[in-house]
C-alpha cells in the first residue's frame, strides 16, 4: 500500500482536474482546495475506543504490544526514561505518533495548496503541501528534517488529467510524510528512526443523525526499528468550534 501511494504521487503533478470535471479551456487548472471532494477543516476531539492505557495513561515501559519493533528498539525502549528527553520532551509528539496522543485537532487551509492540521497536545504544526497547479508535486529533497517532517499531500481517487486518478478510495486524503527527526511511536520511548516513513489516508463522513467524523489511518514503515509495517487507525469527531482547546507542551512524563 505504502509503494501504491508513493507511486501515485511519483505520478502526479499533471494538469488537474477538479470536481467539476476540470478547469475550463483556456482557464487556469483548479487548486487542490477548489478541487478538495471533501471538506476536511474545523475542530476536531480524539475519541479514544481502543487501547485505553496505552493512550490515556503513560504505557507501561517494555510494552512492545502490537508494535513490530526489532531487538534494537527493544533495547533503546528497554533503557529509556523521561528524565533523558530533557530537552527533547517532542519526541514523543512527531509526525509518526501526535495523531495518537488524545486532544483537539484544528484543520484549516493557509492557502490554496497548504492544508494546516494544529493539536492541542504539544501545541503541534503540520503542514501538508499539496501541488501548485501544473506544477510537479512538492519534494522533501530540500527540506530539513522536524518533528512533523515534510508532508505531501494528494486526493486520492480524484482525476489528474494526464497522470490519472491517484490510488486510494475516492474523496480520501493521501499523505506521505518524510523527513521526521527520529521520534517515539509510543510515550514509553519505542523508537522510530530518521529514515522512517509515514502514509496517511484521511477520510471523514456524516451519520445520519448529524454527528460528523474523521478517520485517520497511518502506516508507518521503518527500516531500521521496525521489522514490517505499523498500522493505525484514529478516530476524532467533529466539534462546533474551540471550547476545550487546551494548548499543551511536550512533555515526557505525561499521557499528552
Known amino acids: 500500500m505504502v509503494a501504491l501511494l508513493v507511486s501515485g504521487f511519483a505520478a502526479g ?27 476536511f477543516t474545523g475542530y476536531w476531539v480524539a475519541v479514544v475506543t481502543e487501547h485505553w492505557h496505552l493512550r490515556m495513561e503513560m504505557p507501561p515501559k517494555n510494552d512492545f504490544s502490537m508494535l513490530p519493533v526489532n531487538p534494537e528498539a527493544r533495547r533503546l525502549a528497554g ?6 528527553d530533557a530537552g527533547n520532551e517532542c519526541r514523543s509528539y ?21 492544508l494546516e492540521i494544529d493539536t492541542d497536545s504539544g501545541t503541534q504544526k503540520r503542514l501538508l503541501h499539496f501541488a501548485t497547479p501544473g506544477a510537479p508535486v512538492p519534494s522533501a529533497v530540500s527540506a530539513q528534517p522536524e518533528w512533523q517532517g515534510y508532508s505531501v499531500a494528494q486526493w486520492a481517487g480524484v482525476n489528474m488529467g494526464r497522470a490519472g486518478r491517484t490510488p486510494g478510495p475516492n474523496g480520501n486524503l493521501g499523505v506521505v510524510t518524510t523527513k ?23 477520510d471523514t463522513f456524516t451519520e445520519p443523525e448529524g454527528t460528523s467524523w474523521l478517520v485517520v489511518t497511518s502506516i508507518i514503515t521503518d527500516p531500521t526499528y521496525l521489522t514490517g509495517p505499523y498500522a ?25
Open 79 to 84: 533503557t529509556w526514561s523521561a528524565a533523558q
Open 180 to 202: 521526521m527527526k527520529a521520534g517515539y511511536l509510543r510515550k514509553n520511548g519505542v523508537p522510530y528512526s530518521d529514515s522512517a516513513t509515514l502514509q496517511e489516508y484521511f
Open 13 to 39: 503533478g499533471a494538469t488537474a482536474q477538479g470536481r467539476g470535471g476540470g478547469a475550463r479551456a483556456g482557464g487556469p487548472p483548479p487548486t487542490a482546495r477548489a478541487q478538495a471532494p471533501k471538506d
Open 232 to 256: 493505525t487507525t484514529n478516530h476524532f469527531k467533529k466539534i462546533p468550534d474551540m471550547q476545550g482547546w487546551d494548548p499543551t507542551p511536550c512533555r515526557a512524563d505525561q499521557p499528552r
Open 94 to 114: 512527531g509526525a509518526a505518533s501526535i495523531m495518537r496522543i488524545p486532544g483537539r485537532l484544528h484543520i484549516y487551509w493557509v492557502d490554496d495548496t497548504t
